[in-house]
C-alpha cells in the first residue's frame, strides 16, 4: 500500500462521477454542514449524494449507504430512513447502530480501497448513553468480512475497483481490517 496517499475529495467526486453519472444517473456533491441524499426530480436532473464540508470521511459514509440503498430507497430523500440527532438513548442508539452496521461496513471497504482511515460513527456525542464504539466496530468488521467472503454488493465493489485503482491499492483481505484495540485504565 502506498504510505503518503493524498485524500482530495475532489478526487472521489470525480471517481465517482465517472463510474455512476451516466450509469445510474447519480452524482457525488460537495455540500454545506449536513449530508442528505436527493432523489432526481422537476428541479434536480440526477440524484445527488451530498456530504458535508468537503470532508473526506463524510463522502466515505454517504457512498456507504448509496452503496447498500436498494433500488426504491434511492428514489426516496434520505432514502426514507429515520433519523434521530444526538441526544439518543440506550436503546434507540442500540436500534441505530444495528441499522448502520452494513452502510458502514462498505464505508470502511471503500476507505480502505482508498487508503483512508476509518473510524465507525456512533453519532451520539451528546448522548445519555456512551456508545460501545469497540463493540460497534467489532460488529462493522464482522460484516466487512462477511462481505469480503461472500461477495461485496455490486456497486461498492465497482466503487472500491475504481478507488483502488486510482490510488494503487492492492486487492483487500481480511488484513486490511484490524480489529479495534479496547482502552483500557491504567490507574
Aim: with cysteine; charged share 20%.
Amino acid at each position: 500500500m502506498k504510505t503518503h496517499i493524498k485524500h482530495d475529495y475532489n478526487d472521489l467526486i470525480r471517481l465517482f462521477n465517472s463510474v455512476f453519472l451516466e450509469r445510474l444517473n447519480t452524482e457525488l456533491l460537495l455540500g454545506g454542514d449536513e449530508p442528505i441524499y436527493l432523489p432526481a426530480s422537476e428541479e434536480r436532473q440526477h440524484h445527488q449524494i451530498i456530504f458535508a464540508r468537503g470532508y473526506y470521511a463524510s463522502a466515505m459514509h454517504e457512498l456507504g449507504h448509496w452503496c447498500i440503498a436498494g433500488e426504491a430507497r434511492r428514489l426516496l430523500e434520505d432514502y426514507g430512513y429515520w433519523y434521530q440527532p444526538d441526544g439518543r438513548s440506550a436503546e434507540v442508539q442500540a436500534a441505530f447502530e444495528v441499522v448502520e452496521i452494513n452502510p458502514q461496513a462498505i464505508e470502511w471497504i471503500l476507505s480502505a480501497s482508498c487508503g483512508f482511515k476509518y473510524q465507525v460513527s456512533c453519532d451520539n456525542l451528546s448522548g445519555n448513553c456512551e456508545p460501545d464504539r469497540v463493540g460497534f466496530t467489532l460488529k462493522v468488521r464482522q460484516q466487512v468480512i462477511s462481505y469480503l467472503n461472500n461477495g461485496i454488493p455490486e456497486r461498492a465493489k465497482m466503487l472500491s475497483d475504481a478507488f483502488r485503482e486510482f490510488y494503487g491499492i492492492a486487492a483487500l483481505t481480511a488484513a486490511n481490517f484490524p480489529k479495534p484495540i479496547p482502552l483500557t485504565d491504567h490507574a
